[in-house]
């Protein structure tokens, strides 16, 4: 029986997308794939559709006619999760940032208490592979500053790896979420932390991705500046 369903999205990940999915379909701990693509121009789902040959009932597609954002696609793959029954619900990276072995890992944090299971890079020192220094210090920093304005205890706040109960998304009202990059994944965590949920980091090893291109932007950086403060405000005044 499947322990959950690992959404990973994508755009342009011609280059890595039948290798993650095959590592995930390796491990020992059954999982389904759900693919949210956004209509990548490098033959991206088509890749996913031939692979679905060999893992017909394991591996799901959803195309989305343009590309809208990382949080926009999360959310796409949350409701389709829930819609599914899927009980444990995670996001991971389609460039092996993300170790797919780490997926029990969160996994086995979740069934022993968690609500959810983060991928912590910074929750037992810093843990990044082939980053410039100028790269980890903004990451970690982030990290800082997002503590700071939200009084969330979490080290990694940017973090993208993550395992949820069905219950959190079922909590969260998913058609509120704002932001679509990295201040997606601290409104997540953030909306998480004000119904109080069990949030756990598991410390991993993150590693820069050796091929395809990196989505990072100054526009995703601004709007999580940003987006932090409009949180904390938005709670304030309850309307978050």
Known sequence: MT???VIIPTFNEIENIEAIIKAVFALKTPFDVLIVDDNSPDGTADKVKEIQQEFPSQLHLKVRMKKSGLGTAYVAGFKWAISHGYEYIFEMDADFSHNPNDLEKLLAACENGADVAIGSRYSNGVNVVNWPLSRVLLSYFASVYVR???GMKIADATAGFKCYKRIVLET??????????YAFQI????RAFVNKFNIVEVPII????????????SGIIREAVVGVIMLRIRKIFNKL
């Open 3 to 5: 322990k959950g369903v």
């Open 148 to 150: 700071m304005i939200t």
């Open 172 to 181: 969260i009202n998913l058609d509120k979420i704002k932001f679509v990059g």
């Open 187 to 190: 409104e997540m965590k953030y």
């Open 206 to 217: 993150f590693t820069d991705r050796t091929k395809g291109q990196s989505k990072m932007s």
